[in-house]
């Protein structure tokens, strides 16, 4: 379910969180799903309201912290790390559905493709 970590060529080999695809057999990309949700506008140029949508999926997420921290108030203190654990479940399922929305688009058209590399989003994997 979770994202593997992959040196960034295009940003100094830094590590961050990647989708892995192939694309032909044998071809293997990855696609920086880390920096596409912490700036979910990189993603406009691929869909309508796929920003907007990125960034409302993160405010259910701290929501869901916030009501867990209520709810411990009412209820008893395990609920605030109730919502801390749904909180951190989704901000990383988030993560892996802006990778996947990315990739969704670099498969429809050879120039998303392209644009994703140019931002420094996808790479090829050697190896």
Excluded at 4 to 14: F, K, V
Excluded at 56 to 70: E, R, S
Excluded at 97 to 113: E, I, M, N
């Amino acid at each position: 379910m979770f994202l593997s970590t992959q040196p960034n060529p295009h940003d100094g080999g830094r590590m961050t969180r990647a989708l892995i695809y192939e694309n032909v057999p044998g071809t293997r990309f990855a696609i920086d799903a880390e920096a596409l949700h912490r700036q979910p506008e990189l993603l406009k140029p691929f869909g309508r309201f796929l920003d907007i949508r990125m960034r409302l999926l993160d405010a259910l997420a701290y929501l869901a912290c916030l009501l867990g921290v209520i709810a411990a108030m009412v209820v008893g203190w395990w609920m605030a790390g109730v919502g801390l654990l749904i909180c951190v479940l989704m901000l990383a399922a988030n993560r892996k559905t802006a990778g996947r929305l990315a990739r969704a688009a670099a498969d429809r058209s050879s120039v998303a493709f392209r644009q994703l590399h140019e931002m420094g989003c996808l790479w090829l994997i050697k190896g």
